[in-house]
């Protein structure tokens, strides 16, 4: 799907210094302003997506003890912190004060709702099952099966809305960059803009930490053996964000970008019912069988 | 207090855009939807009408092809083919031959770009830069084996500038075989079965086929809506008359029947291309210049060309964009009296106004993209 070769496979000296001096570089790049912008907002808004971001991995408890705040109404608390990304885009579109930056920021805002529905529906049938909000709880309800093969429906309708919830590529209309030229972004330059692009790239990884944590057993091994417990519950974490992040680009690279009124339609007619479907179907098994 | 710029009901995508195809638009939105469409051409003119009437012809070539920059040897075609009828010189078989293989090559080129293009409006950028790698190949074949790189101006009066040479053959031969037959079933897979491409571009851009037909649309996108018409087929200009092809047509008229047509059109082009390689006669490649075999003495001998009597002429070629005409009036003299262009883009591009109406801001590169609009194709 994507054939180029990055610069590791090319030079190996040079791949890995690259990295390192566009950092520096992008330090030289000018910060410029618009004319009509608000210097505050403005300022503000690349920090809060990738302060999001980062929160989302502050409330993910990593193994059974690397937790940074392993509180008792996780899962509430991250769609609270998730819906807080929203903030950055709109600030940047207000702050910016330029059409193109308007819409994208409008764009964002709508999609927030579009979306939100739909993540917070997909997760309903996994707080049945598990009878917790606490992600050690959800973790440790998934020992003997994951929550991906039972709710495998509401599995693929929650990792499609978590990419439209968080704005990340297929399904990024804010920063469409055919007709709106990027969208909330499109007056940031250097590292204004960088940060943007590394608030994408954390918050991609915050999608899969969650859908980890969710559907596919946090740290739990795949595999009952002994020596499969031995490999430490953290390394586990990270193959199985690598597997999510393997299916978000598998997505990324396949899917083209919707129009908003075709992903509303599609999120609403057909996914929320399943989700509403499925939740019911699960809660009668957990009254009646568990 | 913060003035909301949004507010304002119009909204404009501008020239520098690069998928905006140097037109600018300014939409009348309600919300995301548009209720009307203006766009306004002419950004990028460069007077070339007017300036061929004080050029001899066989200067004129290599302006003909910035005509279409992407693919300069289709719009040299129907200049080159004009000024041989005004002339009264004809054309050996084996450089209509060669002629034919770097017009075919320059639909592929042409198609792959436009594919990729489309896919790039649609948030697939992935394909785009498969379509890019692929042509810089092409060009790359160019410049090993003819010495020269896309716009050079390979056709000249009285034939071609070059041989075909062994090399390129082979290149040419091993390029269709391995990497283009790749790229289609690529596409094949992630394109045009992809079921979220075919809801994000069927029923955009509709054009039935009457609207297509008063429009003035010509080539793939007339063949997106249904009409059976080729100028390969209808005149036979060149060689084309020697060859099995067939003419894709769909009927559908959107962005994604559009695409599909030039799909095909690529798998034509390629059996078009591989049966004038196995046919292709020996002899001459140019008759003005035959003897001498330097680089620019087919430039050298056709410089003081000029046709008999007084005469008019217009041929028309079937360009990868659609039809491209060429209307000389000649004096008599080695300068044409009068050159007039008709480009396929220009009545694309005419058409915006009304596909534009009713469909939503996300999609305008969707469907100028799927028209093939070209700049320099526009303002000649």
């Known amino acids: ?36 912008a608000d210097s505050v907002f403005f300022a503000v808004a690349p920090v809060i997506n990738i ?30 912190v998730l819906c807080l990304d929203v903030f ?12 193109n930056a308007v819409i994208g920021s409008l764009r964002a805002a709508r999609q ?30 998934q020992r003997d099966m994951w929550f991906v093969f039972p709710h495998i429906l509401t599995f693929i309708g929650f990792v499609f809305s978590m990419i439209a919830f968080m704005m990340l590529k297929p399904l990024n209309f804010s920063d469409g960059t055919t007709e709106i030229t990027g969208g909330y972004r499109s007056e940031y330059s250097g590292l204004s803009l960088m940060l943007f692009d590394l608030g994408d790239i954390l918050s991609m990884l915050a999608v899969a930490a969650f859908v980890t944590v969710m559907f596919l057993g946090g740290w739990l091994p795949i595999g009952g053996a002994l020596w499969l417990l031995k490999i430490p ?19 990324k690279y396949t899917t083209p970008r919707f129009r908003e009124d075709q992903l509303l339609g599609f999120l609403w007619k057909f996914i929320f019912p399943i989700n509403v479907f499925w939740s019911f179907f699960t809660a009668g098994y957990v009254v009646f069988n568990g | 207090m913060v003035h909301n710029k949004a507010v304002s009901d119009t909204f404009e995508i501008g020239v520098e855009n690069y998928l905006a195809c140097g037109i600018k638009f300014r939409l009348h939105v309600e919300g995301e939807a548009i209720s009307d469409a203006e766009t306004y051409v002419g950004y990028y003119h460069k007077g070339l009408e007017k300036s061929f009437e004080s050029k001899k012809y066989a200067n004129i070539i290599p302006y003909m092809s910035r005509i279409d920059n992407s693919v300069p040897f289709s719009s040299e075609y129907p200049f080159v083919l004009a000024c041989e009828y005004l002339a009264n010189i004809e054309v050996s078989k084996r450089a209509s031959y060669i002629r034919t293989v770097h017009a075919e090559i320059a639909r592929i080129i042409n198609h792959i770009i436009n594919i990729g293009n489309i896919c790039n409006t649609v948030g697939m950028d992935n394909i785009l830069s498969v379509s890019v790698k692929l042509k810089r190949q092409l060009v790359e074949i160019y410049t090993k084996t003819l010495d020269v790189r896309i716009q050079e101006g390979l056709f000249c009066l009285g034939g071609v500038r070059f041989d075909l040479s062994d090399d390129f053959v082979f290149g040419i031969k091993s390029f269709l075989n391995n990497e283009l037959s790749c790229f289609l079933e690529e596409v094949d897979k992630v394109v045009t079965n992809n079921y979220g491409f075919k809801v994000r571009t069927k029923d955009v851009g509709f054009v039935d086929f009457d609207q297509a037909m008063s429009l003035g649309f010509s080539g793939p996108c007339l063949r997106a809506s249904g009409c059976v018409w080729d100028l390969r087929r209808k005149t036979s200009y060149g060689v084309y008359a020697d060859f099995d092809f067939e003419i894709p047509v769909c009927e559908a008229g959107d962005c994604y029947a559009r695409c599909l047509v030039r799909f095909e059109e690529i798998k034509q082009s390629m059996a078009i291309i591989n049966q004038a390689l196995i046919k292709i006669p020996q002899g001459e490649i140019d008759v003005l210049s035959s003897g001498r075999n330097n680089k620019y003495s087919s430039i050298l001998s056709s410089y003081d060309i000029k ?30 009296y009068r050159c007039s262009i008709r480009t396929p883009s220009l009545a694309h591009a005419g058409s915006l106004n009304m596909l534009l109406k009713g469909s939503f801001i996300s999609d305008v590169p969707l469907i100028v993209a799927s028209l093939d609009v070209s700049s320099a194709n526009i303002d000649k």
Not at chain 1, 57 to 63: H, R, T
Not at chain 1, 88 to 99: D, K, P, V, Y
Not at chain 1, 237 to 250: G, Q, R, T, W
Not at chain 2, 308 to 333: A, M
């Open chain 1, 51 to 80: 302060c999001v971001a980062m929160l989302v991995f502050l409330l993910i408890p990593f193994s059974e003890k690397a937790a940074f705040a392993n509180v008792e109404a996780g899962l509430f608390l991250v769609f609270v």
């Open chain 1, 112 to 141: 927030i709702i579009n979306s939100r529905l739909v993540a917070f529906s997909s997760v309903i049938p996994v707080v049945i099952s598990s009878h917790s909000l606490k992600f050690a709880d959800i973790v440790d309800a």
């Open chain 1, 233 to 251: 519950q953290f390394v586990w974490f990270v193959l199985k964000i690598a597997l999510c992040l393997v299916l978000m680009m598998f997505i």
């Open chain 2, 307 to 336: 046709p008999n009597d007084k005469d008019e002429v217009l041929s028309c070629v079937e360009s990868p964009k659609g039809e491209l005409g060429v209307f000389i009036v000649s004096d008599g003299t080695d300068k044409p």
């Open chain 1, 1 to 36: 799907m994507k054939c180029f070769l990055s610069q590791f496979f090319i030079n190996l000296a040079k791949g890995l210094t690259s990295d390192f001096l566009s950092i520096f570089k992008v330090h030289t790049k000018k910060y410029s302003l618009p004319k009509d």
């Open chain 1, 88 to 99: 950055g885009c709109i600030m940047a579109g207000i702050g910016s004060n330029t059409r």
